[in-house]
């Protein structure tokens, strides 16, 4: 059984949660078989997405065996939020804090991550039992928000989502980031029905991360 603190390692030593949108159901399975072919392994499945918990169910029951982590996104209540849970949703991902959500991720043990732009909204999560603060919409930021942030706030898990790119993610996560959120920079396409694109940018992204970390460790 996957643990809340399973998901959470995961995210934050794979440090790169591919965000899904789509028109329909089946291009947002087809966009997520694509990332995770080119080596990401956390897919954020959002609500804007037609038929999203048939997409998530999908997603889980093919990769239930693997390691690859399936959770919802654009979750703006906490029924939404049950709805994404009971289709296997492993995570949940929201624009804002909503108190409601925070504790029915709590009381079932499932990460919650929701978008925060302030220190004051970064407390408040925090209070609310929250692992992991979304920093969104990140282009709007200096990457020096972290640093702030972390001023004041040091044990604070800060993800970007949104202005993160392929080219800058080393930066991100240089930082100080403990993951980042990649959604049109990374699943965008020059044509509809090839993904060539995304497994292409996948596994790029994939790269640069790895050489982040192996920075690290020099």
Request: charged share 25%; net charge negative; hydrophobic share 40%.
């Amino acid at each position: 059984m996957t643990t809340k603190e399973t998901v959470l390692k995961e995210i934050t030593e794979k440090k790169a949660i591919a965000v899904i949108r789509a028109e329909t159901a089946q291009e947002a399975i087809d966009i997520s078989e694509a990332c995770i072919e080119g080596g990401i392994s956390i897919i954020e499945v959002t609500f804007t997405v037609p038929q999203a918990t048939h997409v998530i169910e999908t997603l889980t029951a093919k990769y239930k065996a693997s390691n690859v982590v399936v959770g919802a996104g654009s979750v703006l209540d906490s029924e939404t939020a049950r709805i994404a849970m009971l289709s296997g949703a492993q995570f949940i991902v929201s624009p804002y804090l909503n108190e409601e959500t925070a504790r029915i991720c709590n009381r079932y043990r499932i990460p919650y991550m929701p978008g925060v732009m302030t220190l004051k909204e970064s407390v408040h999560a925090l209070e609310e039992g929250v692992d992991i603060l979304k920093l969104f919409p990140g282009d709007v930021y200096d990457m020096n928000i972290i640093k702030a942030i972390k001023g004041p706030l040091p044990h604070a898990q800060l993800m970007p989502t949104g202005g993160v790119t392929i080219d800058n993610v080393e930066q991100w996560l240089k930082a100080g980031a403990c993951a980042v959120g990649l959604g049109s920079s990374l699943i965008k396409r020059s044509q509809k029905e090839d993904f060539s694109e995304i497994i292409n940018r996948s596994r790029e992204l994939c790269a640069k991360i790895e050489k982040y970390k192996v920075s690290q460790i020099l």
